[in-house]
């Protein structure tokens, strides 16, 4: 069977988020590889585990266990505590790649972290619409863990 689908266009995403936390590049960093990694979770709270191995070539995938899951990038560079980089597919199970950026800049009293998020290909308009939502639930997740992280060890020198 031959068919012919409609021309489909290729466009582009750019997202570019900060977020101040008031905790060091250290442990904004850590709290960022758990929430992108074996703690994260969806907006509305559904635990959504991922892996990440953190190294240059390193992949980032959900495993839904029995050899099954979904491939989400690969690490492209890494230098903690001040830089994560992520290329791949991400969420799009179609022709598309995502470059990630995450970068942690110290300032007076915590840390900036700025995400990049540039992807071109066939970006389908409910990923468009539901990107900004995911990435903005994803720095605040980040931001309370590694202030909960910060608390905690600041607790236990006392």
């Not at 989400?72 to 598309?96: D, N, R």
Request: include cysteine.
């Amino acid at each position: 069977m031959n068919r012919v689908a409609n021309e489909e266009q290729v466009q582009t995403l750019a997202i570019e988020r900060e977020i101040h936390i008031a905790a060091s590049p250290e442990i904004a960093f850590e709290a960022m590889l758990d929430q992108i990694g074996p703690h994260g979770d969806m907006p509305d709270g559904t635990p959504f585990p991922m892996v990440l191995e953190a190294w240059p070539g390193g992949r980032w995938y959900r495993d839904l266990g029995n050899k099954t899951g979904h491939l989400w990038g690969h690490v492209q560079v890494i230098k903690p505590p001040t830089l994560l980089e992520i290329c791949g597919p991400m969420f799009m199970s179609y022709p598309a790649i995502s470059h990630v950026q995450y970068r942690f800049v110290p300032e007076v009293g915590g840390t900036l972290l700025r995400l990049t998020h540039k992807a071109i290909g066939l970006i389908i308009p409910d990923h468009r619409e539901g990107v900004v939502m995911g990435w903005e639930h994803e720095l605040e997740k980040i931001r309370k863990v590694a202030e909960r992280m910060r608390d905690s060890a600041g607790s236990r020198g006392r």
